[in-house]
């Protein structure tokens, strides 16, 4: 059988590769005092709040399951709008915001309504691998611009002017990023915008872990730049719902008949569902959940690094967001005789049942010299994690 060029281009998503690995481990460490401890997929260990659980099943029990507009429920559109105004100071009017299926369709409709085939968009190196394969699989092509820890693994205006030809149509950035877990400072990412826009270019933007910001010099949305941003938000990261497949882009105006046309035909419309269960997300009562459990990935992130640095696994940059860290492990490997951060993630697989994600999936500049962790499992477990990595490495 024949395959597309284009799917051939799509590289595998070594973190799911990994997760495979580790799952078959943790079956064999399934009856064992030492099981598996998974930092490896960013995916919170809390799950949606008693509110949006009701609201699914209320939804289920009266039979409101029948499809939606394809742009989304009008009162979900609403509460969405009223949350930028009420989080983060910013007016967006419900009829820039479509709801899609996760912040991978939003991503994928993004890329498909506005880059033709040869189009070139600059992204930083290391950044989040399947927003790269989303522009690939509209036969773009994803720019990899080297960035450093003094630049945060951020794209900076000066490098966006300098890395722009002829070919370029934008920029897709994250802000906090995965796998770093930073954060564009506000004043960077107008300077990176004025390029963008007197280049006649797109400036898209991954917000999905803007919620989870845990510094007030970095947690404001690109949004606030102007009505020609392409924002794109998801209900799993700071909403706890990554199963439900929910998320959301905010768009400029003339670009919403567009990206309907190509939702319509692509995917009718997002889980009724979900979004029925989405409304109770902006309940007082959920929004205080979401923020005690904002203040938990915080505590968390401020145990874990320094315990990793400790350990001999530095994080050059403290992230502002999310719940990652991006270590360097050259100095650990040594210890453990391996090399690189593939072979260095199946060491501490085998010999400490710790699945961890190796920098091979986020690019290709120095991230064979760092690991991901992620940091949204419990406390106890990232205690248990840093106990056998102390034990291996000491």
Known sequence: MQFSTRAERIDPFYVMEVAKAAQAK???????????????????????????????????????????????????????????????????????????AGASAALQLACLATINAGDEILMPDPSYPCNRHFVSAAEGTAVMVPTTAAERYQLSADKVQAHWGDKTRGVLLASPSNP??????????????????????????????????????????????????????????????????????VVPEAMVPVVERVAQNLFICASTIAQHAALACFEPESIAEYERRRAEFKARRDYFIPALEALGLPVPVKPDGAFYAWADCRGAADKLGVKGSWDFAYALMDRAHLA??????????????????????????LQEAVARMQRLLA
């Open 180 to 249: 770093t877990g930073t954060s564009i400072a506000p004043d960077e990412l107008a300077r990176i915008h004025d390029v963008v826009r007197a280049k006649g270019g797109l400036t898209i933007i991954d917000e999905i872990y803007l919620g989870l910001s845990h510094d007030e010099a970095f947690g404001h949305s690109a949004l606030a730049l102007g009505e020609d941003i392409i924002s794109i938000n998801s209900f799993s990261k700071y909403f706890n719902m990554t199963g439900w497949r929910l998320g959301w882009m």
């Open 356 to 381: 961890i994600t190796p920098g091979r999936d986020f690019g290709s500049y120095e991230t064979a010299d760092f690991v991901r962790f992620s940091t949204a499992n419990s406390m106890a477990q």
């Open 26 to 100: 943790a079956q064999e460490l399934a009856n064992t005092d030492s099981p598996m401890i998974f930092l490896n997929i960013g995916e919170p260990d809390f799950t949606a709040p008693p509110l949006v659980q009701e609201a699914a099943a209320r939804a289920i029990h009266n039979g409101t399951t029948q499809y939606t507009p394809a742009l989304g429920l009008p009162e979900l559109r609403e509460r969405i709008s009223a949350w930028y105004a009420q989080r983060f100071g910013v007016e967006v009017p419900a009829r820039r915001i479509i709801i899609t």
